[in-house]
């Protein structure tokens, strides 16, 4: 769990730093605007942008009830962020699996991805896709059933009924 923290440890203590040097030379506007890009960017590779963790076989378990994809991620990993950000409030939707938290996760992270950790590994309907495009993952969420289909599916069934 520590090592989640360590980047975001490390750049809060580097703003710090630095801010308390603008400080020191007279400039606590400067002072501030660096301590807030540093902050900006600890809180973005901290653990905290990412819906709850839950284990990868609870997260099968619930998947394989609501059809919802399982997200295979780790703290501080580019791609993972992206993918977080990119999904905006459907993130909440899908089961995020810590493979820093989680052995199984790990272990099933590798068996999908020919022994790396690869990450972020999605799973849909048991089948792994890594690093996939984030409008790839929204596009997998089941629709609420009081929602119709997306207007492009809509298209698509309209011109296959032409044929």
């Known amino acids: 769990m520590m090592r989640a923290w360590t980047l975001p440890m490390l750049l809060v203590l580097s703003g710090s730093a630095v801010a308390a040097g603008?400080?020191?030379?007279?400039?606590?506007?400067?002072?501030?605007?660096l301590l807030l890009a540093f902050l900006a960017l600890a809180s973005v590779n901290s653990p905290l942008i990412?819906?709850?963790s839950i284990g990868a076989q609870e997260a099968?378990?619930?998947s394989a009830v609501d059809g919802r994809p399982v997200v295979f991620w780790r703290?501080?990993?580019k791609y993972c962020i992206r993918l977080r950000i990119r999904l905006g409030?459907?993130?909440?939707q899908l089961h995020w699996v810590n493979i820093w938290r989680d052995p199984a996760g790990a272990a099933a992270v590798r068996a999908a991805n020919?022994?790396?950790e690869t990450v972020p590994t999605v799973v849909?309907?048991?089948?792994?896709?890594t690093n996939p495009d984030p409008g790839w993952v929204r596009e997998q969420l089941p629709l609420p059933r009081d929602q119709k289909p997306r207007p492009m599916e809509r298209h698509t069934q309209?011109?296959?009924?032409?044929?």
Request: charged residues 20%; positive net charge.
């Open 89 to 92: 409030r459907s993130a909440r």
């Open 124 to 129: 849909v309907t048991g089948q792994p896709h």
């Open 60 to 62: 099968q378990r619930r």
């Open 158 to 163: 309209t011109q296959a009924h032409r044929g």
């Open 50 to 52: 990412f819906p709850r």
């Open 22 to 33: 603008q400080i020191f030379k007279g400039s606590p506007g400067t002072a501030a605007a």
């Open 75 to 77: 703290p501080g990993c």
């Open 114 to 116: 020919d022994g790396n």
